[in-house]
C-alpha cells in the first residue's frame, strides 16, 4: 500500500488554466504538507495543515490554495496557471511525534506551456 | 530558525570509493537532523534520522551520519559507493519539537564506473 500518494503524476496545461493535484496518505499522520521543488532541486514549503487548520503558509502566491477535506487528503488547488509555476509538486505527511520524519509522495511534475 | 548548508552541490566518487556528503547547520534549539534521497523521478526518502540520542546513526542501504555539535555538522557517509547510490541527498533540520522543518539545496551524488 502506498503511504502517501498524489495524482496525478504528470500534468501538462496551457497558462491560465486552474488544475488541482490530489494527495492522500495511509498513515494515520496529523499533519500534511506541500512542497515546491524547482529546476535546481532546490524545495520549499508551500503549506502544512494539521487537523484541518493551516498552520503554514509560506509567501505563495495565492493563487495556490490547499483544500483538507478530512485528515487523510490535502489537496493543491492553483488558479490562472503561469509558466513559472512549472516544478515539481510534493505532498508530505508527518506524525504528532516529529522525530519519526516526514514521508514524502512521488511528485507532480507540473509543465505549463 | 534553523537553516542547513550542504557543500557542493555536486559529487562524483568511483565505484567502491568512499562517500562523504557534508551538511552544516544553524539553529537556536537543539536540533532533529536528517538525510533524504531522492532517486532519479520519485519522491524522497528517508535515509537516517538524528534524534538526541546516539550521534553516530546508522540509516538504510549502508549509510550513516555522524552528529557533532561542537562543529554543527551531520555528514553523510558511505564506505563504498554502488552505482545505485546515484541519486540527490538532500540534509534537513528541525527544531526540537519538529516545527520549522527545512531542507538544505541538495547534493547530487554521482558513481563513475
Known amino acids: 500500500d502506498t503511504a502517501v500518494s498524489q495524482t496525478p503524476k504528470y500534468l501538462v496545461t496551457q497558462m491560465g488554466n486552474d488544475k488541482s493535484i490530489k494527495c492522500e496518505q495511509n498513515?494515520?499522520?496529523?499533519?500534511m504538507y506541500w512542497y515546491k521543488q524547482d529546476s535546481k532541486k532546490f524545495l520549499k514549503i508551500m503549506f502544512s495543515y494539521n487537523n484541518k487548520e493551516l498552520i503554514i503558509n509560506e509567501t505563495v502566491p495565492n493563487r495556490f490554495s490547499p483544500k483538507s477535506p478530512d485528515k487523510a487528503h490535502l489537496n493543491l488547488h492553483i488558479n490562472s496557471l503561469e509558466l513559472g509555476d512549472s516544478a515539481v509538486y510534493f505532498c508530505?505527511?508527518?506524525?504528532?511525534?516529529?522525530?519519526?520524519?516526514?514521508?514524502f509522495g512521488s511528485g507532480t511534475r507540473l509543465t505549463v506551456v | 530558525a534553523q537553516s542547513v548548508t550542504q557543500l557542493g552541490s555536486h559529487v562524483s566518487v568511483s565505484e567502491g570509493a568512499l562517500v562523504l556528503l557534508r551538511c552544516n547547520y544553524s539553529s537556536s534549539v537543539p536540533p532533529y537532523l536528517f538525510w533524504y534521497v531522492q532517486y532519479p523521478n520519485q519522491g524522497l526518502q528517508l535515509l537516517l534520522k538524528?534524534?538526541?540520542?546516539?550521534?553516530l546513526v546508522k540509516g538504510i542501504n549502508g549509510f550513516e551520519a555522524e552528529f557533532k555539535k561542537s562543529e554543527t555538522s551531520f555528514h553523510l557517509t558511505k564506505p563504498s559507493a554502488h552505482m545505485s547510490d546515484a541519486a540527490e541527498y538532500f540534509c534537513?533540520?528541525?527544531?526540537?519539537?519538529?516545527?520549522?522543518?527545512?531542507f538544505g539545496p541538495g547534493t547530487r551524488l554521482s558513481v563513475l564506473p
Open positions: 534537513a533540520v528541525s527544531g526540537t519539537y519538529g516545527q520549522n522543518f527545512v
Open positions: 538524528y534524534t538526541s540520542a546516539a550521534t
Open positions: 508530505a505527511s508527518s506524525p504528532r511525534d516529529r522525530r519519526r520524519g516526514y514521508t
Open positions: 498513515l494515520g499522520h496529523d499533519t
